[in-house]
């Protein structure tokens, strides 16, 4: 049984509303605190998660990216952090040389008919950038696909419940239903007898006892008629039945009856 905990997945507003109208002209002289930024810097993976975050926020398209507007608008967050003597990661740093430096192959003296985005080489210097981009960006989807999936203990708890599984209980056999399997087997002793002649060196009930508990060994649970060959006479049936009943005593097997009035033996 879960319990199911609801976690809001929806993204945060963070439009600035005065008299319930958005606001978007900041004023030149507004005051941002250092705490502010260091939060803001918090909220990024690294330095691909922030250049994301400038091209989504321009809805800029990012297989034609601005490098030139990009890189001023990367080196002005990263230099505002460093004159508020916040700490950069290296890979933040490593990110604004490589933004400099495709920005300087895009601005050097182009071939005649050349492309502004196309170096002398016939390549683009923002395509590296672009991949990494591109692949980041299906990254980032996929792990926000994965965190929307239900995980315990962070959406739901795991409740424990335990099941006691057991055998439901045979009645105990009744006296007067051992005493027809007995006539029974007699019956059937006194038919085979007359259909076969067997001569069998007779086993004492100890040695009975010692078989049927090697035959229960084998078969687990068997049927009380089963522990008997009628074939062999009534003298192997009575001492058959006595070792039964022995081992019964003995506490060495259980015989027991289902619903419907078959009798079984077992080991204990």
Do not use: C
């Amino acid at each position: 049984m879960n319990q199911i905990v609801d976690q809001p997945n929806s993204p945060i507003n963070t439009t600035i509303t005065v008299n319930q109208l958005p606001y978007s002209d900041m004023p030149t002289d507004l005051y941002i605190p250092p705490e502010a930024l260091q939060v803001f810097l918090e909220m990024f993976e690294g330095p691909l998660d922030l250049l994301l975050y400038l091209i989504r926020k321009q809805n800029l398209d990012i297989l034609q990216i601005p490098i030139t507007k990009i890189t001023d608008q990367y080196i002005n967050y990263i230099n505002t952090m460093q004159v508020l003597n916040i700490e950069l990661a290296g890979e933040y740093l490593l990110m604004a040389a490589v933004l400099l430096e495709i920005k300087s192959r895009i601005l050097l003296p182009k071939l005649p008919n050349a492309s502004d985005d196309i170096d002398d080489d016939g390549d683009d210097p923002r395509q590296e950038l672009i991949q990494r981009l591109l692949e980041y960006e299906k990254i980032k989807l996929a792990a926000v696909n994965l965190n929307a999936i239900p995980q315990a203990y962070r959406d739901y708890l795991w409740v424990d419940i335990l099941i006691e599984e057991s055998e439901p209980e045979l009645p105990e056999i009744k006296p007067q239903d051992l005493q027809k399997a007995w006539h029974t087997l007699l019956l059937r002793s006194i038919k085979a007898q007359s259909e076969h002649h067997i001569k069998r060196q007779e086993l004492s009930v100890r040695e009975h006892m010692s078989q049927i508990l090697r035959t229960l060994r084998e078969l687990g649970k068997t049927n009380f008629f089963n522990l008997f060959e009628i074939q062999l006479g009534t003298q192997h049936i009575v001492v058959n039945f006595i070792a039964i009943l022995e081992l019964g005593k003995e506490g060495m097997v259980s015989i027991i009856q289902d619903n419907e009035k078959n009798i079984f033996v077992e080991l204990v």
